[in-house]
T-cell receptor, first 111, second 114 residues
């Protein structure tokens, strides 16, 4: 079984809709992250959390919010989706200063 | 502040020939550096990492990278490309001072010709 899972894997939605992307991990890591990937830009950090009570903005947090429901769960929400939020979204986990482990990604299309 | 520049957005090689993916970084503190690979429709997989130990780092699938502080480079190489190496590769920098936040390069897409 995968250590980091994301649901849904693919989603098509319309402008203005609220959408939530979910991430779960079984690695027991305290640190969790949300990224978006756009062609030619690599991955950019949206939000990150170092434990259940700690939430921090990344470099591109505008238009997004997150919730850390438990050590193992970290959700990303788009309150009112817009077309330029069409991207591939990745969740990741890590232990302290170390490599991050990535989920399989969620492909989101906003029409 | 930290940044990463991958000097080639696309690299095309023939199967059995060497692969070189170039990466330059900028970091105000002692960095940790990583190479990740992303196969089509897959997540990211760690190839190798440098964390201030040996400057020549060996990774999975025959890849290796050399940390050169004087050149601020961390180039990825493989002596003989295989068809399964066709993927996108990301060079990544982080440091403790950056709170373990990763900064990604723009990626290099590798095409392997038969």
């Amino acid at each position: 079984d995968a250590d980091v899972t994301q649901t849904p894997r693919n989603r098509i939605t319309k402008t203005g809709k609220r959408i939530m992307l979910e991430c779960s991990q079984t690695k027991g890591h305290d640190r969790m992250y949300w990224y978006r990937q756009d062609p030619g830009l690599g991955l950019r950090l949206i939000y990150y959390s170092f434990d259940v009570k700690d939430i921090n903005k990344g470099e591109i947090s505008d238009g997004y919010s997150v919730s850390r429901q438990a050590q193992a769960k970290f959700s990303l929400s788009l309150e009112s989706a817009i077309p330029n939020q069409t991207a591939l979204y990745f969740c990741a986990t890590s232990e302290q200063v170390n490599e991050q482990f990535f989920g399989p990604g969620t492909r989101l299309t906003v029409l | 502040a930290q940044s990463v520049t991958q000097l080639d957005s696309h690299v095309s090689v023939s199967e059995g020939t060497p692969v070189l993916l170039r990466c330059n970084y900028s970091s105000s503190y002692s960095p940790s550096l990583f190479w990740y690979v992303q196969h089509p429709n897959k997540g990211l997989q760690l190839l190798l990492k440098y964390t201030s130990a040996a400057t020549l780092v060996k990774g999975i699938n025959g890849f290796e990278a050399e940390f050169k502080k004087s050149e601020t480079s961390f180039h990825l190489t493989k002596p003989s490309a295989h068809m399964s190496d066709a993927a996108e590769y990301f060079c990544v920098v982080t440091s403790g001072a950056a709170g373990n936040k990763l900064t990604f390069g723009g990626g290099t897409r590798v095409l392997v010709k038969p």
